[in-house]
């Protein structure tokens, strides 16, 4: 009995940290305006909508790579779908910065496609395949072989700063809705060259 209501304690507990967290809201877009540290996003869809940029914002530039990008060690973040012989077939492939080596690590459904998934980790070797090269990607507690074709989407994130943040830029946050309504985001993508991140 006892054990069982440690075990409700710490499933309240639990609960109740999830609860405390503030509700966040993806926001992908085109920038119109910045007015200090407030920036007016039109996304592709609906109205405008005005964001905060928090103090110390984390800003990341997202730019077009190419398979020659992927080098042994990289650490990678790929959407698949899984194929009959156990690998994955590479829907998109993102190239992390070393600062977010570790983003999250391993192997998990994803929802970017009809029984998708999505691996994180660190590149191990390569071989030629039939589709294109077969890629190790290793993580905590295992490894997968990823299919890369000649048309799987590939990019690039960089360390950027607030001057990425202008008009015409197309960015991608996920923002915090605030006890007074309104949004914040302590972390902006920016797509370069026209790339919607």
Avoid: C
Wanted: glycine share 14%; hydrophobic share 40%.
């Amino acid at each position: 009995m006892k054990m069982l209501g440690i075990a409700a304690m710490v499933l309240l507990a639990a609960g109740s940290a999830l609860a405390q967290q503030p509700p966040q809201q993806r926001i992908s877009g085109t920038i119109e305006q910045v007015d200090g540290n407030m920036l007016t996003v039109k996304p592709k869809a609906g109205a405008a909508v005005k964001i905060a940029v928090a103090a110390g914002a984390q800003v990341t530039t997202v730019t077009k790579a190419s398979l020659s990008d992927i080098k042994q060690g990289s650490y990678i973040g790929s959407g698949a779908m899984p194929q009959p012989d156990g690998t994955q077939k590479a829907v998109e492939v993102h190239i992390f910065t070393e600062a977010q080596r570790g983003t999250g690590d391993g192997h998990r459904p994803w929802d970017g496609a009809p029984g998708g998934t999505m691996t994180n980790g660190a590149v191990g070797d390569s071989v030629s395949g039939v589709d294109g090269p077969v890629i190790t990607v290793q993580y905590k507690g295992g490894e997968k072989k990823l299919i890369v074709t000649s048309s799987t989407p590939i990019v690039k994130y960089d360390v950027g700063d607030k001057s990425e943040l202008k008009p015409g830029a197309n960015v991608r946050m996920n923002a915090v809705k605030k006890a007074d309504g309104t949004l914040e985001a302590a972390r902006i993508n920016v797509g370069r060259d026209g790339l919607m991140p």
